[in-house]
């Protein structure tokens, strides 16, 4: 009988610290990618930092380091190495050269997980593209199976090569995606100016912060949750009523640093939810060691799109999981992150959320729910008042 199971690839990632960026960060970052491996289905053997003040043109990394990852690629049979950052092209072919494995970068790695979670048309369609907008600049003579796709007689021109004719089809193909995402975004709109004037709420957040299991817990609906980055690329809205006030809540895909602007630009109409958006649930993971850097990651994408200036609850969840380290009285070291108590970060500039309120609540424990709803009740009821002036509510 033949073994059916399939073999998990190997991997061995590559992070660097800069002068922009710390050990500790780099070394977070890496875990980080290890995560997003994890997600694309492989085991992560060994994680390699290099010091850089900037990155050589031709490895990256530059020669020492490489032949280190060379040795070790070599000797445990691994079937590909991860990089922290985006390779150029020449650095991409160079490194493959050398380690004669596979090559991938955040932005590849990334990409791979959305392609394998894209469960909608649409998200395939979304992903597809940004797939390609990767991959043009990136074309070796690998990739001249692609010309096999688009016969026929008259179809390479004199003097053309294999990588121009590959390049011609793949342009082709961004082209024809583009135009099919034109036709499903005006669908998408369509969809959206018929839902009336109902108060909209959206959830956003960095990726695996629980924004679907918020979602269940409020619209009482089971959309699909995960303990993995990505569990949710389609936009799921659902329509809810607090006491008497209808609303749509919607959940889109998780934020992260570093995501491709391919897929920012693909996803545009999956944004357009959070553009349009009348109230935010920026839903942080508070368990998460640098859940503050993941804050600003969220922000910095809500500019990137223009939606910024909304009116913006800050919900931090997992508060079951959440554990701090208690000093001792005659310890004088500094305090650090992890000696502040969930009592203590109240207090916090957490607490002080300038777009609106600030709640810590527990989504799979169902901790302080109420309390959330309330306010939730209170934010929607205020715009909803002034779109309905002559309602009536009631208490």
């Not at 390779?87 to 959305?114: A, G, M, Y």
């Not at 099919?180 to 912060?209: C, F, H, P």
């Not at 299991?213 to 990505?230: C, G, R, W, Y």
């Amino acid at each position: 009988m033949y073994n059916t199971k399939e073999i998990q690839e190997t991997a061995v990632l590559i992070g660097v610290i800069t002068k922009n960026q710390t050990k500790e960060q780099s070394i977070e970052y890496l875990d980080e990618l290890e995560f997003l491996t994890e997600t694309a289905g492989a085991k992560t053997l060994k994680k390699f930092v290099q010091k850089l003040d900037r990155q050589d043109s031709k490895t990256f990394v530059g020669s020492g380091k490489m032949e280190e990852i060379e040795a070790y690629v070599k000797e445990y049979e691994v079937d590909m190495v991860i990089f922290d950052d985006d390779l150029s092209p020449s650095q991409l072919r160079n490194i493959e050269k050398i380690l004669d494995c596979k090559v991938l970068d955040r932005s590849n790695l990334i990409l791979d997980i959305f392609a394998a979670r894209a469960q909608t048309a649409h998200a395939k369609t979304q992903v597809e593209l940004a797939q390609y907008q990767y991959l043009l600049p990136r074309l070796t003579r690998m990739w001249t199976h692609l010309q096999k796709q688009k016969g026929g007689i008259g179809m390479k021109g004199p003097g053309e090569t294999e990588i121009e004719t590959d390049r011609r089809i793949i342009r082709d193909k961004i082209s024809l995606l583009k135009k099919k995402l034109e036709s499903i975004d005006k669908q998408m709109a369509t969809q959206r100016g018929n839902r009336g004037q109902m108060v909209r709420v959206s959830l956003v957040g960095y990726t695996n912060a629980g924004k679907s299991t918020i979602m269940n817990v409020i619209s009482k609906s089971k959309v699909f949750a995960e303990d993995k980055l990505f569990a949710t690329l389609a936009t799921t809205v659902r329509k809810v009523v607090f006491q008497n006030i209808p609303f749509l809540l919607s959940d889109t895909v998780g934020f992260i640093r570093k995501l491709p602007h391919q897929l920012v630009e693909s996803f545009k109409s999956t944004l357009d939810e959070v553009r349009e958006a009348d109230i935010l649930l920026h839903v942080v993971d508070i368990t998460h060691p640098h859940f503050e850097e993941h804050i600003e990651v969220v922000n910095q994408t809500l500019k990137e799109i223009g939606a910024e200036d909304k009116p913006i609850i800050l919900v931090f969840n997992k508060i079951d999981a959440f554990t701090f380290v208690e000093k001792d009285e005659f310890d004088l070291t500094p305090v650090e992150r992890e000696n502040y108590s969930l009592d203590d970060l109240r207090k916090t500039w957490m607490a002080q959320n300038e777009s609106g309120e600030t709640i810590f609540l527990s989504a799979i424990k169902k901790e302080n729910i109420t309390e959330f709803r309330e306010v939730l009740y209170q934010e929607i009821k205020k715009i909803h008042s002034i779109r309905y002036p002559y309602h009536t509510y009631l208490y």
